[in-house]
Nanobody, 124 residues
Framework: EVQLVESGGGLVQAGGSLRLSCAYS???????IAWFRQVPGKRREGVSR????????DYARSVKGRFTISSDTAKNTVYLQMNSLTPEDTARYYC??????????????????WGQGTQVTVSS
């Protein structure tokens, strides 16, 4: 059973940084792990993702150059380093995963496994 547990959210001032962690377990095949974020009343946004097969990464335009996703396979953890935060980054951040053999899911950012989320609040 795939499990994802996020941590690292909190309150930070604009211009500051936070690092989110996603501890994962239960994978038996290659996977993609992504970070999504959602503000109440707004559509969920895919922020960034990383592939276990080759380490390739993707970023939303809104975070490119400010956020960095990375993976430590020895610790079974994916990180999202968030720099130059703005109030517009305020959201609940979720870690999600999909097996790479689910090609359609990967292509359309439809992820199958989800963590409980961690709140990030950026004050102005």
């Amino acid at each position: 059973e795939v499990q994802l547990v996020e941590s690292g959210g909190g309150l930070v001032q604009a211009g500051g940084s936070l690092r989110l962690s996603c501890a994962y377990s239960g994978f038996v095949d290659e996977y993609s792990i992504a970070w999504f974020r959602q503000v109440p009343g707004k559509r969920r946004e895919g922020v960034s993702r990383i592939s276990s097969a080759d380490g390739s990464t993707d970023y939303a335009r809104s975070v490119k150059g400010r956020f960095t996703i990375s993976s430590d396979t020895a610790k079974n953890t994916v990180y999202l380093q968030m720099n130059s935060l703005t109030p517009e980054d305020t959201a609940r951040y979720y870690c999600a995963a999909v097996l790479l053999r689910n090609g359609l899911g990967v292509k359309t950012w439809q992820y199958d496994y989800w963590g409980q989320g961690t709140q990030v609040t950026v004050s102005s």
